[in-house]
């Protein structure tokens, strides 16, 4: 059965900012507006936690900043940047986005094969 995810980028309410729990750091949430991506319209958020000395066996405070660009129109982060003094600086970013239909020929099969249903059907129940 079909079950739709979750949006890439929780678009409820958030606090802006606030303590993480047992005194691990803290964080900030921030909204960045809207801002066209490849003529796109996004929605932009930031999210930045810092987390105290001796929390996972850092020897400082160390900040992790995650910032995304989301599109509703096509459900799909166009632009999302994670930094990270563990793992460093990653970006990945949508491009070429098309928005016109693809084309019906990558729906057909290539020649010498068949669609085959294996789906067990229940027998019918008698009226």
Known sequence: MYKPTSPAVDLSQKPSAGELSGNRGS???EELGRQFISGIETIGIRDETTFNPGVFG????LTVQREVWYS???DLNLLSVRSDPRN???TFTATNVLLAD???AMFELPAGFKVVDHRQ????EPN
Do not use: C, E, Y
């Open 88 to 90: 460093g600086k990653q």
């Open 102 to 104: 693809p084309d019906s």
């Open 121 to 124: 059907t229940s027998p019918r």
């Open 27 to 29: 964080f900030i949430h």
């Open 58 to 61: 850092n020897d400082r405070k």
């Open 72 to 74: 509703q129109q096509l």
